[in-house]
């Protein structure tokens, strides 16, 4: 359980990793709202331009029942700041936070492949100071989607339901995302043996926990309900978190090879991605267990507009 709790508790923090890069600065134009208009199609988006402060500003309708669009529902407004989504009185620390969209590889990259540069980057990234004051990952968009503001809010909205046989908790507007992602599973069981084995040798699957990160006021996504850690009975030694391998191979953990990686197969990551769910095994500071659901990038990174 410390484990995992450990795994859920850094888990916000992974979020942000690929928004260090300065290339993603072309990733912040408001044009790229579009990608959370169709990753959320019961929500309301209004964009208007402020010339006082010179931003963006984007009013979001949340509907009171999941997918009732036209139905009551409350609304927020937000300022872009390139691609934060902040309320306006964090606009002036907009610095402090990374854009929700950044790229999420559709390939597992090597880690044999990363330049000595790269390492070096992510070797600072994993240190403890770098964790607690880099840039972190703006949670009031979701905090509005999924009415998690406080836990007793977020809580009338938890849900429990089994995952692949085994018992989770999640927050209701992921439950038929999450239950077409299992059907795919079950279906690809049934004739590829390598899926077999997968579901067979699960132990867990960990959803919602409240959690606020320790030294920060940000949240795990765990504690919104809409993440999942999908655990192993036999991990056969190979490594599963990032953090796990850090204390075995405190310099080289981010190039432990692929091969010595527990990893689902890659149709089940797939039916996960094809349902919005992004996978932490594509980070570099990498949770293998992990599933997160974030049909925006999904959106953003397979389905480029044209």
């Known amino acids: 359980m410390k484990k995992i709790l450990l ?7 992974i979020f942000p990793l690929a928004a260090q890069n300065s290339k993603l600065r072309s990733f912040s134009g408001i044009g790229n709202l579009v990608y959370f208009e169709r990753a959320y199609p019961d929500l309301t988006f209004t964009r208007h331009y402020e010339i006082k402060s010179a931003e963006w500003t984007v009013t979001v309708k949340v509907p009171d029942s999941a997918g009732d669009k036209d139905g009551p529902g409350k609304t927020y407004k937000f300022y872009w700041a390139n691609g934060s989504m902040l309320p306006a009185e964090e606009l002036a620390n907009k610095k402090q936070y990374s854009s929700l ?46 009415d998690s503001t406080t836990r007793g809010s977020l809580e009338k909205h938890i849900t429990k339901t089994t ?40 132990k867990s699957s960990d959803g919602y926990l409240w959690r606020i990160i320790d030294g920060t006021n940000r949240k795990s996504f765990h504690s919104l309900g809409i993440a999942i850690d999908i655990l192993p009975k036999i991990q056969r030694g190979k490594q599963i978190f990032w953090s796990w391998a850090k204390d075995i191979y405190p310099e080289t953990w981010m190039l432990v090879p692929l091969k010595d990686r527990w990893i689902p197969p890659k149709s089940v990551i797939s039916a996960f991605e094809e349902e919005g769910f992004i996978w932490g095994g594509k980070w570099t500071i990498y949770d293998n267990m992990h599933f997160e659901y974030h049909p925006e990038l999904i959106e953003f990174n397979f389905n480029k507009k044209g």
């Open 7 to 13: 795994s859920i508790v850094l888990g916000v923090l």
């Open 101 to 146: 969209l950044y790229e999420y590889a559709k390939e597992l990259k090597d880690p044999q492949d990363f330049t000595e540069e790269e390492r070096e980057r992510i070797k600072e990234y994993g240190s403890k100071e770098s964790r607690k004051n880099g840039a972190g990952t703006p949670m009031f968009f979701f905090d509005a989607v999924y």
């Open 163 to 202: 995952f692949l046989g085994k018992r989770t908790n999640i927050h209701e507007r992921i439950k038929e995302p999450l239950s077409r992602v299992e059907a795919k599973i079950v279906e690809l069981g049934k004739t590829d043996s390598e899926v077999k084995a997968f579901i067979d040798s699960l």
